[in-house]
Nanobody, 124 residues
Framework: QVQLVESGGGLVQAGGSLRLSCAGSGRTFSSYAMGWFRQAPGKEREFVAAINWGTANTVYVDSVKGRFTISRDNAKNTVYLQMNSLKQEDTAVYYC?????????????????RGQGTQVTVSS
């Protein structure tokens, strides 16, 4: 069974940092683009960041540029999201995604694999 399992979420004060991890199992994701979505209560799902299979190309939504960094370790079948200078508006459930191409992740379209999500709550 192919799975993506997120971890690292939690409660943090504004200005703080969290590092999310997404571990894949059941197949190798080294040839897949991977990324992160988020969804806040009452809001639509929003693309956050993506990284292609070669790690040479990363894409971010404007609201997190300069604060979030996506990276991957293909040997561990894992993608990370380092989140710094967190703001209350970053509060959401964060989902990991994997797809053969990066475009569907960036465009928030249907992807081949998605995790169950991890809650990130930023307090004032």
């Amino acid at each position: 069974q192919v799975q993506l399992v997120e971890s690292g979420g939690g409660l943090v004060q504004a200005g703080g940092s969290l590092r999310l991890s997404c571990a894949g199992s059941g197949r190798t994701f080294s040839s897949y683009a991977m990324g992160w979505f988020r969804q806040a209560p009452g809001k639509e799902r929003e693309f956050v960041a993506a990284i292609n299979w070669g790690t040479a190309n990363t894409v971010y939504v404007d609201s997190v540029k300069g604060r979030f960094t996506i990276s991957r370790d293909n040997a561990k079948n894992t993608v990370y999201l380092q989140m710094n200078s967190l703001k209350q508006e970053d509060t959401a459930v964060y989902y990991c995604a994997a797809h053969p191409g990066i475009a569907p992740i960036v465009r928030s379209l249907k992807v081949d694999y998605r995790g169950q999500g991890t809650q990130v709550t930023v307090s004032s």
